[in-house]
């Protein structure tokens, strides 16, 4: 299975500042991914992000908004910008194994 | 489009009772299906998936096709299957899920 790091676990942030969450795995993945898992609903994807290229945006998500990095195999890092209330949330980064995915722990993030 | 309805918020059953975690989805092509676990304070992780026909943790899953369902069952249940559930799909030859709105299981004593 493949181990994954991710941090901060949580951050209070103040409205229109930006937070990086950092997503480092012990294996190198080709496929990783980013949800969003608002209060009370399930999980969003965000993106994958594309090692090499830019990442792949879901509908109702975009670049400037949630800037993503890949600059290898074995890590990511997420950019919630400018950020509003609404954007509190738990942040999750995702490797897909063989068939499975795995889960960081997490981001809960809180904007004031 | 893919879709994953789970349609209890809530379930709640007694020790040894049996449990079912309903799961319907909307896919046009042939889905791979999974159940997804989040026990208090860990992380989510998988519990089955419908090609491996596997039971985990006494859990079984079974895709209806015609009923476009992926329930989870368990005969007996026990207090530490209290938990989150997720069912989700992925679906042509893209390694991303599409979640439910997850179905949050706790076992009375």
């Known amino acids: 299975s493949a181990v994954i790091s991710q941090k901060p676990s949580r951050d209070i942030c103040q409205r229109g500042t930006s937070l990086t969450i950092q997503c480092q795995v012990d294996s190198q993945v080709t496929m990783m991914f980013w949800y969003r898992q608002q209060p009370g609903q399930s999980l969003t994807l965000i993106a994958t992000?594309?090692?090499?290229?830019?990442?792949?945006?879901e509908s109702g998500f975009v670049i400037d908004k949630f800037p993503i990095s890949r600059p290898n195999l074995t890590f990511s890092t997420l950019t919630v910008s400018n950020m509003s209330p609404e954007d509190s949330s738990i942040y999750l980064c995702?490797?897909?194994?063989?068939?499975?995915?795995?889960f960081g722990s997490g981001t809960q993030l809180s904007v004031l | 489009a893919q879709r994953v309805t789970q349609p209890e918020k809530l379930l709640s059953v007694f020790k040894g009772a049996p449990v079912e975690l309903k799961c319907n989805y909307s896919?046009?092509?042939?889905?791979?299906l999974f159940w997804y676990v989040q026990y208090s304070r860990q992380r989510l992780q998988l519990l089955l998936r419908?090609?491996s026909r596997e039971s985990i943790k006494g859990f079984t899953a079974d895709l209806n096709k015609g009923e476009t369902s992926f329930h989870l069952k368990k005969p007996f249940a026990q207090e530490e299957d209290s938990a989150m559930y997720y069912c989700a799909l992925r679906g042509g030859g893209a390694q991303k899920l599409v979640f439910g709105q997850g179905t949050r299981l706790t076992i009375n004593p």
């Open positions: 995702s490797v897909a194994w063989g068939e499975k995915l795995f």
């Open positions: 896919y046009s092509g042939s889905p791979e």
């Open positions: 992000a594309n090692q090499g290229s830019e990442a792949t945006y």
């Open positions: 419908h090609i």
